[in-house]
């Protein structure tokens, strides 16, 4: 008998004798028996040790803060002035569209009433065989914007000139210098129906 042989039959012959011995053992559980309540007693404290108990010490945590005393709590001024029209409700649209201001007409007649105005000398040019024109227009009520007038979209822009009692619109299409306190150079066509073009300069208001 060889040794592996001798090992196999050892192993079989334990695991047998293991197997047996279970089925003859195993039984089933029996049910759980009811307890019987005698068998339970009260704890009890001897004497000696339950008057000699020593008291829990006493905490103070001072006096109960009061009301006055807590700042959230303080009463805070809450009194309103009543309305002058308290039994007329407020609308909503009255509050969320505000009233729209009247837009100025730019270049108006009849003294230059415009939200914007400029004071100071206007001066003339644009004449046959005296100065040229603006390439593009070779006559008419026109005229350069100095420094004082080129503000936004000023080109193009229409505005209203008095001088002497009399008043033109006239249309900006160019710039110019216009230096010692002149505001505006008029195209001849305009500067004459408000003064003559020999005068040179004219003290104007300018409006848009």
């Known amino acids: ?10 192993i079989l012959a ?4 293991l197997t047996i011995t279970t089925a003859t053992t195993a039984r089933p559980p029996s049910p759980p028996s009811s307890l019987d309540p005698a068998a339970f007693l009260p704890v009890e404290i001897a004497g000696s040790e339950a008057g000699n108990a020593a008291p829990l010490p006493s905490i103070d945590y001072g006096a109960p803060a009061s009301v006055s005393q807590i700042g959230d709590f303080q009463e805070q001024d809450r009194s309103f002035e009543p309305r002058a029209n308290a039994d007329q409700p407020v609308r909503p649209e009255s509050v969320l569209k505000p009233t729209p201001k009247p837009k100025p007409v730019a270049g108006s007649s009849g003294g230059g009433g415009g939200s914007h105005s400029v004071r100071g000398e206007a001066s003339w040019y644009c004449k046959a ?11 008419g009520l026109y005229a350069a914007a100095g420094p004082a007038l080129r503000v936004g979209s000023w080109r193009g822009r229409a505005v209203t000139v008095c001088g002497s009692g ?6 900006l299409i160019d710039w110019c210098a216009c230096g010692g306190g002149r505001v ?10 408000l003064a003559p073009l020999s005068s040179g300069t004219l003290s104007v208001r300018v409006s848009w």
């Open 1 to 10: 008998m060889t040794v592996r042989r001798a090992v196999a039959l050892a």
């Open 14 to 17: 334990t695991v047998t004798t």
């Open 129 to 139: 065989g005296v100065s040229a024109c603006h390439h593009a227009y070779s006559g």
């Open 166 to 171: 009399s008043c033109v619109n006239v249309t």
């Open 184 to 193: 505006i150079d008029l195209y001849s066509d305009a500067f004459s129906r």
